[in-house]
């Protein structure tokens, strides 16, 4: 299976802990975005590499969240001191780089619970 | 902060009917894309549009990029159970600061008439 991989698929965790999670994006793409969704809702944008750096990120990217892709292939994303409105799906996608091409293909997510 | 406005929210189809939903916007996008979200797993891209009045098909879906550029429509004919699931438009702009996220609509889900 060549698509977008994300590790763990679920996660619960207790209130205060930290979590990381991985996403292996398709191997070519040298764009990856992180999104968290919440019940009933779309997907909200979170941070966005190009290759190693970290080039945008979203007010909801608080102080708690981390997100890195050391090598330009796989990226993390840790949460620092869980709370329990962090409770959502994180997805990663990825895509190739070029001006007109804004096709982003998604992992099946990862599922945080926070207790 | 941009939104888009997605309806129906929810709609029950009938194997065979044909099924619409639309996507509008106060601003302006340059890319429009439609995925489609089973439960638990992540959004899978259906059409891509890059411009305006572009009409595009893949098999039994057909969506349409608004000469507005703040709108965007998909329609699925001769719809089959395994249409069921949530269709999430999403609209891309490459200005104003925001080069990488897309920005998505709340999402039409589809069920099975009982």
């Known amino acids: 299976d060549t698509g977008v991989s994300q590790d763990p698929r679920h996660k619960i965790t207790k209130r205060g802990q930290n979590v990381t999670f991985r996403c292996d994006p398709i191997s070519e793409h040298n764009r990856l975005y992180w999104y968290r969704q919440t019940l009933g809702q779309g997907p909200e944008f979170l941070t966005y590499?190009?290759?190693?750096?970290?080039?945008?990120k979203s007010r909801l990217l608080s102080d708690r969240f981390s997100a890195e892709r050391p090598k330009g292939s796989f990226s993390t994303l840790e949460i620092q001191r869980t709370e329990q409105g962090d409770s959502a799906m994180y997805l990663c996608?990825?895509?190739?780089?070029?001006?007109?091409?804004?096709?982003?293909?998604f992992g099946p997510g990862t599922r945080l619970t926070v207790l | 902060g941009q939104q888009l406005n997605q309806s129906p929210q929810s709609m029950f189809i009938q194997e065979g009917e044909d099924v619409s939903m639309n996507c509008t916007s106060s601003s302006i996008f340059n890319t429009w894309l439609w995925y489609k979200q089973d439960p638990g797993e992540g959004p899978v891209l259906l059409i891509a549009?890059?411009?305006?009045?572009e009409l595009t098909s893949n098999g039994r879906l057909t969506a349409q990029f608004g000469i507005t550029r703040k709108d965007s429509f998909l329609n699925i004919s001769a719809s089959i159970p395994s249409d069921v699931g949530i269709y999430f438009c999403?609209?891309?702009?490459?200005?104003?600061?925001?080069?990488?996220?897309?920005?998505f609509g709340k999402g039409t889900k589809l069920s099975v008439k009982p």
């Open positions: 590499f190009q290759n190693e750096a970290q080039l945008e």
């Open positions: 996608a990825s895509s190739e780089s070029g001006r007109d091409n804004n096709e982003q293909f």
């Open positions: 999403a609209g891309h702009m490459n200005y104003g600061g925001s080069q990488g996220n897309l920005i």
């Open positions: 549009l890059y411009k305006a009045g």
